[in-house]
Nanobody
Framework: QVRLVESGGGLVQPGGSLRLSCATSGIFFRIKSMGWYRQAPGKERELVATITGTGSTNYVDSVKGRFTISRDNGKKTLYLQMNSLKPDDTAVYYC????????WGQGTQVTVSS
């Protein structure tokens, strides 16, 4: 049974940093491409960063240069380092495959506010 558990969110001031984690179980994590999504109030859930099993990454323009996606295949865990955070980054953040093939976890709330 696939399980995705996101953590690491919180309240941070503009310009601050957070590191999100996504612990996975039930998937052959090592070979799977994975991604981080976010959903702001009243908006569609959007894919902001992806990483392949071999470590190639891709980002949506709005987070390029500020966010870094990474993975630890031994721990079956996905990470998102978020720097220079802006109020527009406020959202619930989720992990999943780029094709959204797994059941969603509970997400982790990120709030950027002074």
């Amino acid at each position: 049974q696939v399980r995705l558990v996101e953590s690491g969110g919180g309240l941070v001031q503009p310009g601050g940093s957070l590191r999100l984690s996504c612990a996975t179980s039930g998937i052959f994590f090592r070979i799977k491409s994975m991604g981080w999504y976010r959903q702001a109030p009243g908006k569609e859930r959007e894919l902001v960063a992806t990483i392949t099993g071999t470590g190639s990454t891709n980002y949506v323009d709005s987070v390029k240069g500020r966010f870094t996606i990474s993975r630890d295949n031994g721990k079956k865990t996905l990470y998102l380092q978020m720097n220079s955070l802006k109020p527009d980054d406020t959202a619930v953040y989720y992990c999943n495959a780029p094709d959204r093939s797994y059941s969603w976890g509970q997400g982790t709330q990120v709030t950027v506010s002074s």
